[in-house]
Each structure stands twice: as structure tokens, then as C-alpha cells.
Antibody
Framework: EVQLLESGGGLVQPGGSLRLSCAASGFTFSSYAMSWVRQAPGEGLEWVSTISGSDSSTYYADSVKGRFTSSRDNSKHTLYLQMNSLRADDTAVYYC??????????????WGQGTLVTVSS | SVLTQPPSVSAAPGQKVTISCSGSSSNIGNNYVSWYQQLPGTAPKLLIYDTNKRPSGIPDRFSGSKSGTSATLGITGLQTGDEADYYCGTWDGSLSGVVFGGGTKLTVL
């Protein structure tokens, strides 16, 4: 059974940093690209970042480029999102999601339960 | 949002509803489309991928199609349990990233 478990969310002041983790199990982690998708309170889904499975190529939304860094440790089956220079509009539930196929970066067949990040003074 | 969806749709139990998703040649026009269902307080659930394929466990009441730069999700035999927010998604080659629609709230009257 595929499981994705996010952690690391919480309250942080504007300008601060936070690192999210996503522990994966139930599939060959290194074979799949993984993504972060966020959802602000009462709003829709917003893609944040995707990291490939093998060579760890990364892709970012313009809204987080230069501030967020996605990485992975295939030996630990864990995905990370380092978030720096946080702003109020980064407040959201952050989901990690597994891509449906090794080359299918656009579709996500498994999602974690989400972790809430609140940026406020 | 890069992809445009109607904010809301409604239909009676047992009826059929369609949800549209409009994009451009850089996204829907040249890429596969996915659809997600999000029940209140839960993570999104994949309904459709590769424009018209259903993951294991998704009933055939849900279907997907595409024409040009627009995609459509169809739901037949509506049930009260289908009340949820629905999102389309695809890859955008110009942005080099995933784009989602703004979401459509389905009400089963």
C-alpha cells in the first residue's frame, strides 16, 4: 500500500524558513518523480515543485522559484521542501504527491494527508 | 488560474453533468489531462489521467475527453456522495510545470 506522510508544518514568521518532509512507502521511490502541491485556505490547488526520480531534476512554480528548494533522499524514501523567505501568501496546506508514472509528471495518483504551513507574525 | 473551469455546476441525483476545462496550446492542446475530486477536508483523489483513463477503483460513471485546447469531465448517475470540488490539471510546456484549473464545485440537488 502506497503511503505518503508529510511533516514539518507549523507557524513561522514572515521572512522565516521551514523544511517539510514527506516519508514514502509502498512503491519504488527512486523510480518516480515526486511533487509538492499546496492549497491556501478556501482556495484551489497550486502546483509548487516537481523533482524527478533519477537525476533529481527540479521544476518550480514562478511564485516560489528562488525561495523554495525541493530535494530527495532515495535511500531514505523521503522527499523534502526547504522553504525560505516565507511570505503570508505561502500560507497553505502542503501536499506531497506521487506521479502516476516515471515519465508522467503531470498526474498524481497518491497524495499525502497534507501539512499546514502558516506564515504570520 | 492558467486553466479555466466554471466555478460551480449542479444537477439532480441520477442525472449527468459535465465540467469543462479550457486552456491553450501550451498546456491542454499538447498534453494529457488529469482530473481530481476533492471532498471537504480531504486530499485530492485522481479520477482521470491520460485525458480519458481511469485508475483502478474509479467507477465508469466518470469519464474524460478532450477537444483541441479544452477538456471535459463527465459524471453520470449522479450521487449525493459526488458533491465535491473537481480540478483539472496538465503539464504546461511554456511554464515547464503543472497547471491546475481553479476548481468546480459540484452540487447534487
Amino acid at each position: 500500500e502506497v503511503q505518503l506522510l508529510e511533516s514539518g508544518g507549523g507557524l513561522v514568521q514572515p521572512g522565516g524558513s521551514l523544511r517539510l518532509s514527506c516519508a514514502a512507502s509502498g512503491f519504488t521511490f527512486s523510480s518516480y518523480a515526486m511533487s509538492w502541491v499546496r492549497q491556501a485556505p478556501g482556495e484551489g490547488l497550486e502546483w509548487v515543485s516537481t523533482i524527478s526520480g533519477s537525476d533529481s531534476s527540479t521544476y518550480y512554480a514562478d511564485s516560489v522559484k528562488g525561495r523554495f528548494t525541493s530535494s530527495r533522499d532515495n535511500s531514505k524514501h523521503t522527499l523534502y521542501l526547504q522553504m525560505n523567505s516565507l511570505r503570508a501568501d505561502d500560507t497553505a496546506v502542503y501536499y506531497c504527491a506521487k506521479t502516476i508514472s516515471p515519465s508522467g509528471y503531470y498526474a498524481f495518483n497518491y497524495w499525502g494527508q497534507g501539512t499546514l504551513v502558516t506564515v504570520s507574525s | 488560474s492558467v486553466l479555466t473551469q466554471p466555478p460551480s455546476v449542479s444537477a439532480a441525483p441520477g442525472q449527468k453533468v459535465t465540467i469543462s476545462c479550457s486552456g491553450s496550446s501550451s498546456n491542454i492542446g499538447n498534453n494529457y489531462v488529469s482530473w481530481y475530486q476533492q471532498l471537504p477536508g480531504t486530499a485530492p483523489k485522481l479520477l482521470i489521467y491520460d485525458t480519458n483513463k481511469r485508475p483502478s477503483g474509479i467507477p465508469d460513471r466518470f469519464s474524460g475527453s478532450k477537444s483541441g485546447t479544452s477538456a471535459t469531465l463527465g459524471i453520470t448517475g449522479l450521487q449525493t456522495g459526488d458533491e465535491a470540488d473537481y480540478y483539472c490539471g496538465t503539464w504546461d510546456g511554456s511554464l515547464s510545470g503543472v497547471v491546475f484549473g481553479g476548481g468546480t464545485k459540484l452540487t447534487v440537488l
